[in-house]
């Protein structure tokens, strides 16, 4: 769900979202270095490493709180680039939530979200590492507890750009605000839906082939597409089907982030 219910005077865009994570996930490891450096192992080729966001993330870390210490991360990307699956969010709030407790930095969650902010509406989320009914910019959250379905997700070939969809004339921007339990009875509209499906005919025609098998809906602004299902073999059928034509993931819905485990 996806509702745009306001315009700030900075340009933000006042939102009300459902957040719920999945068991697909990039692998992300961290190595002590001597030097003070801040580096990734194998860079993107073609993109400044200073503007990859978990190197942005560890560099925040350090001016928040004058830590010297380096590390080199390498990073094993399993989520598609630009499919709106929340992948540099997730790895950015990784790195932030990890290198605080191997630096020694003890700062509260609270403040790695605020701090996390600074980098994307989504990354606060991911050190949340909660399913979350968000509203403000996609700040504010609160912990909801939906279904852990099956979900069959749709990587078209494309790559969508929010600040395109954001700024189209027509978006619509002054929805009815809703209660959590308008979301939880079905309420599940997404005021991008109509703007994106027009600009993107693949995004089109996923939703198309995708609603075959079950209610398509679309990743906040997209590229990607994801249907649920009830049971893991109706979401394998409609997934080896679909497989033949698309790039498509079977994934599990999880309300509790893998991550939250791993740093106990």
């Known amino acids: 769900m996806l509702r745009i219910t306001g315009q700030r005077s900075d340009g933000y865009h006042l939102l009300q979202t459902v957040f719920q994570l999945t068991d697909l996930c990039d692998w992300l490891s961290f190595f002590e270095v ?3 450096s801040i580096t990734l192992r194998n860079p993107i080729p073609g993109v400044p490493e200073e503007t990859d966001l978990t190197i942005r993330a560890a560099n925040i870390l350090r001016s928040e709180t004058g830590c010297q ?43 790695l979200m605020e701090l996390g902010l600074q980098l994307g509406a989504d990354v606060p989320v991911f050190v949340y590492g909660y399913a979350a009914w968000a509203e403000g910019v996609g700040e504010k959250l609160e912990r909801i507890n939906p279904p852990e379905k099956w979900i069959v997700v749709i990587k078209p070939d494309c790559h969508v750009d929010t600040k395109e969809i954001f700024s189209v004339n027509d978006l619509t921007r002054d929805s009815k605000s809703i209660k959590m339990s308008d979301f939880v009875e079905g309420q599940h509209q997404n005021d991008c839906l109509e703007v994106v499906r027009k ?51 079977l994934v599990k819905g999880l309300n509790k982030s893998l991550l939250k485990d791993k740093l106990v």
């Open 69 to 111: 210490q380096g590390v080199c991360i390498d990073i094993e990307k399993n989520l598609p680039m630009g499919g709106g699956l929340g992948g540099g969010s997730s790895d950015a709030a990784t790195t932030l939530l990890v290198l605080n407790k191997l630096w020694g930095l003890n700062l509260t969650e609270q403040r």
């Open 199 to 249: 600009l993107y005919q693949p995004v089109e025609n996923a939703l198309h082939d995708l609603a075959k098998f079950s209610e398509a809906r679309l990743t906040g602004t997209g590229a990607c597409v994801f249907a649920q299902f009830e049971s893991k073999e109706l979401a394998q059928q409609a997934y080896e089907e679909l497989n033949r034509k698309w790039q498509v993931y």
């Open 34 to 36: 001597g030097d003070g």
